[in-house]
C-alpha cells in the first residue's frame, strides 16, 4: 500500500511486467493519467498468450442467453475506449460487428422461444431460427499489441528483457502462477487453440457462435475457435485440437476451408472467474491479472477502476480487488 503512495507522489515509474493484452491495456491508462511507468516484456523466455486470442467481445453467455457479468458497465466503456485508443496510435484494430448464434437444436429453440418474456434483454434480437447478439464484435489483438509495442518503444518505456525483481506491478498472464509472489493465488489455467483458415463458404458479415466461432478476418479469411483443455500448458499446437476445430468448423456449416495456421495461448482463468486486480497486502508488488477468456472486454474497464483507485479517485470492484485474497499472503 505504501508502494502506491510513495511511487505515485515520487514519480518513480511503475515497472508493468508484461506486454499482453492486459500489461498494454493497462500501460495506456496509466500514460493517459499521467502515471510514470516502464514496461517490461519477453515473449522469447515467457510466451504471450493474448497472440493467440480470438479477440471476441460479446455481451451474451451461455445457453440461456444470460448478459455476462457487468455487461452494462463493461460495454458503453469499451465501446467508448477502443476508437479512442485507435485514434492515438493510428491504426484500426476495433471491429463492431453482429454475431450470430442459431439455436442448437428444435429442443433447446422450444425450451428458449418458450421462455422468451423472461430471458429476453437488451443485447438480444430474436429471429427464427435464433438470436442477433447487439454491441458484439472483435478486437485485432494482433495489431493492437504490435502498434502499442512501437508506441511505448518511441516513448522510451518498452525494456525488451525479462523482469526477476519483486517490486513491480505483474501482468505476467498464465506465468503468473510460477511467480512466488502470486503462486497462491487460485489461478485456473485453460489451454486454447484456435486456427486461422481461407474459404469462400462462412459469411463475413457477422460472427458465427454455435458451440465455437467463425471471426471474419476479411479477405476471405476467417479465425475459428476455441478448444479448452487442462491437462498440459505448453505453447505447442497438437493434432487433437485441430481435429475438434475441424469438427466444430463442420457443425458450423464448413468443410471446404484451407488451413492458413493454428495458433495457441493459455488463458489466465481463475477459481472464481474473476480477475486479480490491485496491491499485494505485504510486498511492494501489483497484479492486473486473471482475464480468463474475457480479456477484451474487462481489461480496459478495470484498468481504469484501478488507475482511478491509484490517483484516489475510486476503488476497485470487491469481486476483482485483490484484496479479497489478502488472507493467503499473510500465511
Ligand atoms: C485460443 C484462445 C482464444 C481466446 N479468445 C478470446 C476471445 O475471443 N476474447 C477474449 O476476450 N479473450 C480471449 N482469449 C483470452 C485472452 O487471450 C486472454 O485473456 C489475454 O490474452 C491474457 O492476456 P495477458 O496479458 O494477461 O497474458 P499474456 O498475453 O500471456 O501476456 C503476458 C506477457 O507477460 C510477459 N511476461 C511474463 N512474465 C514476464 C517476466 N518475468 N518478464 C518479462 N515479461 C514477462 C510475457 O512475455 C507476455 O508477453 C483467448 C485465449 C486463447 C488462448
Keep these: 500500500m505504501t508502494f502506491v503512495a510513495c511511487k505515485v507522489k515520487s514519480a518513480n515509474p511503475y515497472i508493468i511486467v508484461g506486454q499482453g493484452l492486459a500489461g498494454t491495456i493497462l500501460a495506456h491508462h496509466f500514460w493517459e493519467a499521467g502515471i510514470p511507468f516502464k514496461i517490461w516484456d519477453s515473449p522469447s523466455t515467457h510466451f504471450t498468450s493474448s497472440q ?26 469499451l465501446f467508448d475506449y477502443y476508437p479512442r485508443l485507435e485514434a492515438i496510435l493510428g491504426t484500426r484494430f476495433f471491429f463492431s460487428m453482429p454475431l450470430f448464434r442459431p439455436f442448437a437444436n428444435e429442443e433447446m ?42 508506441y511505448f518503444a518511441s516513448k522510451g518505456l518498452l525494456v525488451e528483457s525479462e523482469y526477476t525483481g519483486n517490486q513491480a506491478i505483474f501482468c505476467e498472464g498464465f ?120 480479456g477484451v472486454s474487462l481489461m480496459p474497464y478495470f484498468a481504469k477502476q484501478w488507475t482511478d483507485e491509484i490517483l484516489g479517485k475510486s476503488t476497485v470492484h470487491p469481486e476483482v480487488s485483490i484484496r479479497r485474497f489478502y488472507h493467503l499472503f499473510s500465511v
Design 109 to 150: 429453440k422450444s425450451w428458449l422461444v418458450e421462455r422468451k418474456e423472461q430471458i429476453h434483454h437488451s443485447y438480444l434480437c430474436w429471429e427464427s431460427n435464433g438470436v442477433w447478439v447487439e454491441q458484439a464484435g472483435w478486437v485485432d489483438v494482433v495489431t493492437l499489441l504490435r502498434v502499442s509495442r512501437a
Design 175 to 294: 506465468h503468473g502462477q510460477q511467480n512466488p509472489l502470486w503462486s497462491s493465488l487460485p489461478f485456473l489455467p485453460a489451454k486454447g487453440e484456435l486456427m486461422e483458415i481461407r474459404s469462400d463458404v462462412p459469411s463475413e458479415d457477422y460472427i458465427l457462435n454455435k458451440n465455437g466461432f467463425i471471426v471474419p478476418l476479411g479477405s476471405r479469411h476467417f479465425k475459428v475457435g476455441a478448444t479448452y483443455g487442462w491437462k498440459e500448458f505448453t505453447n505447442e499446437t497438437t493434432p487433437e485440437a485441430l481435429e475438434e476445430l475441424t469438427n466444430k468448423l463442420a457443425l458450423m456449416g464448413v468443410e471446404d476451408f484451407e488451413l492458413v495456421q493454428q495458433k495457441t495461448g493459455i488463458r489466465p482463468a481463475t477459481q472464481d472467474r474473476r480477475p486479480f486486480v490491485g496491491f499485494h497486502s505485504e510486498k511492494e508488488a501489483g497484479i492486473f491479472n486473471g482475464f480468463g477468456s474475457k
Design 52 to 77: 493467440a486470442a480470438g479477440g471476441i467481445f460479446n455481451p451474451v453467455t451461455g445457453r440461456k442467453l444470460e448478459q455476462t457479468w457487468l455487461a452494462d458497465e463493461l460495454f458503453p466503456y
